[in-house]
């Protein structure tokens, strides 16, 4: 299964992203050909999505590194510094920085961030197979934000799910929130889904409870940023809302992510930084003022819904049921933290 849908181009001398903002009513493209400029358009949300921000961090490093073979250390920080929540971004510099250490090659580092982005696919297929396989046929299902191949290397990993239910026959209907105030579900899971022609139905963000006290809804299905030791999972504001709905209504809540969204040096959710982005994003809509002027605002763009609320976490090496510490360091084969 391939997905038409490619977010992300390396051509060795640049990297392309797709410029997310514009979606789904403009295809733009974005050339970025230096670390700076790949943090810009993270910081600025041109690409976004856990996976695939680790994905073009892993890029720009090479972007760097081609320019200025002492630019590791200073490209490495810029990047890292441009998101704080998704440890994939993190993970997937760390993973650079173990080659360059033992290389010093660029085209070694290359070869690295081409095969995380491959990888990602790989893991993202597998991960589709492992949660549709827990879905029964005629499956109705709620999703959150934009999980789909824009977010990823490909497929995704809770849209991607839902991709691969929708192949086996196994899914009825996707509800997706608009996820404001970015409105990564209204417009680009919305644009995702209709290329697949994948039956679904968007609704505003506060209609989830309502959705699931009034029709019936099998699962939740969201995608993660960062997962700690023991569960916890950061995710896109408002999935803690709909972890607690989905509870009080008997609807099962899944998360899928990629092994490299777990840290496993974050031993609970307190330890996992929220990023909080500009109020204007709240208090203005394109530039146009929504609330008076003056007015202030908070603005969390993740939160962190407990282990205890969630069902299930798939990974590409398998599931996760009713996760704590001891379950998810088997599934990973990773050593419990201390
Ligand atoms: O702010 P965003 O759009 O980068 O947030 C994205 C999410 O929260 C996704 O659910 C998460 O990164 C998983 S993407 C496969």
């Given at each position: 299964m391939t997905c038409a849908v490619q977010p992300i181009l390396w051509t060795r001398k640049q990297l392309r992203l797709l410029?997310?903002?514009?979606?789904p009513h403009e295809v733009r493209w974005l050339d970025c050909r230096s670390a700076a400029d790949v943090a810009s358009a993270i910081h600025e949300m041109a690409v976004r999505g856990a996976p695939a921000i680790g994905i073009a961090a892993a890029y720009g490093l090479v972007l760097a590194l081609r320019a200025d073979a002492d630019a590791f250390d200073r490209a490495f920080a810029v990047l890292a510094a441009?998101?704080?929540?998704?440890?994939n971004l993190r993970w997937a510099l760390e993973r650079m920085r173990g080659v360059w250490l033992a290389s010093r090659d660029v085209d070694a580092l290359e070869a690295e961030a081409v095969r995380i982005h491959d990888e990602d696919l790989a893991q993202n297929l597998k991960i589709g197979d492992h949660g549709a396989a827990l879905l029964d046929s005629g499956a109705r299902v709620i999703t959150h934000c934009n999980t789909g191949a824009l977010a990823t290397g490909?497929?995704?990993t809770a849209l991607g799910v839902i991709r691969s239910a929708w192949a086996l026959n196994r899914l009825a209907m996707v509800y997706h929130t608009e996820?404001?105030?970015?409105?990564q579900g209204a417009r680009l899971t919305a644009w995702e889904l209709q290329q697949e022609g994948i039956p679904s139905k968007l609704i505003a963000d506060g209609a989830a409870a309502y959705l699931m006290a009034s029709e019936t809804i099998d699962w939740v299905i969201v995608g993660a940023d960062r997962i700690a030791a023991n569960g916890d999972t950061a995710n896109k504001i408002g999935t803690y809302a709909l972890a607690v709905a989905a509870r009080r209504h008997g609807v099962k809540f899944m998360v899928a992510a990629p092994s490299?969204?777990?840290?496993?040096?974050?031993?609970?959710?307190?330890e996992i930084p929220i990023e909080q982005r500009p109020a204007t994003e709240l208090t203005e809509f394109r530039g146009r003022a929504?609330?008076?002027?003056g007015v202030d605002a908070f603005n969390p763009v993740f939160d962190v819904t407990p282990?205890?609320?969630?069902?299930a976490i798939v990974c590409e090496h398998g599931v996760v049921e009713k996760p704590d510490a001891t379950r998810i360091a088997r599934v990973l084969g990773r050593p419990v933290s201390p």
């Open positions: 410029d997310q903002r514009e979606l441009s998101r704080p929540t998704a440890v490909g497929h995704g996820t404001r105030p970015w409105l490299g969204t777990f840290d496993l040096r974050c031993s609970s959710g307190r929504v609330a008076p002027a282990a205890e609320l969630i069902d």
